[in-house]
Antibody, heavy 122, light 107 residues
């Protein structure tokens, strides 16, 4: 059974940093692209970032480009999102999601974690 | 970027009804359109991928169709557990984009 467990969400001040983790199990981690998707309070889903199964081709939404970094550690079967220069508008539940193939193209989100809440506020 | 227009934004229906949600894109995306169900406090759930392929374990009352720029999700006979918010998502090009969501409520 595929399981994705996010952690690292917290209350952080504007301008601060946070690193989210997503521990994966139940599948061959380095065979699938992984993404982060977020949902701000009262809003819809917003794709944030994707990385291929090999760790290549990271891509970002314009809203986080230059501030967030996606990475993965195949020895730990864990996906990360380093979030820097945080803004109030980054407040959201952050979900990690497993893609359907190793590449980032044409990916859909087959499995999702339960999410971790990031609150950016002074 | 490809923009998604999902309609309606909300919908009231009864158990047993047939409902249809539409998703339109600003450029052709072939069949690279996916549908998700999301209940508050839970992980989103993939229903349909590549416009019309039913994800494993999803009931057959969920039917996806369309190609190019116009897509639909039909629930053939609503069940109590289907009341949720539904999103379309294009996987044709990065940045991947979602529709704004359709909240399906009990009448």
């Amino acid at each position: 059974e595929v399981q994705l467990l996010e952690s690292g969400g917290d209350l952080v001040q504007p301008g601060g940093s946070l690193r989210l983790s997503c521990a994966a199990s139940g599948f061959t981690f380095n065979s699938y692209a992984m993404s982060w998707v977020r949902q701000a309070p009262g809003k819809g889903l917003e794709w944030v970032s994707v990385i291929s199964g090999t760790g290549a081709n990271p891509n970002y939404a314009d809203s986080v480009k230059g501030r967030f970094i996606i990475s993965r550690d195949s020895s730990r079967d864990t996906l990360y999102l380093q979030m820097n220069s945080l803004r109030a508008e980054d407040t959201a539940v952050y979900y990690c999601a497993k893609g359907a193939a190793i590449v980032v193209t044409a990916t859909y989100f087959e499995h999702w974690g339960q999410g971790t809440l990031v609150t950016v506020s002074s | 970027d490809i923009q998604m227009t999902q309609s309606p934004s909300s919908l009231s229906a009864s158990v047993g009804d047939r409902v249809t949600i539409t998703c339109r894109t600003t450029q052709s995306i072939s069949i690279y359109l996916n549908w998700y169900q999301h209940k508050a406090g839970k992980a989103p759930n993939l229903l349909i991928y590549d416009a019309s392929s039913l994800q494993n374990g999803v009931p057959s009352r969920f039917i996806g169709s369309g190609s190019g720029t116009d897509f639909t999700l039909t629930i053939s006979s609503l069940q109590p557990e289907d009341f949720a918010t539904y999103y379309c998502q294009q996987s044709y090009s990065i940045p991947f984009t979602f529709g704004q969501g359709t909240k399906l409520e009990i009448k």
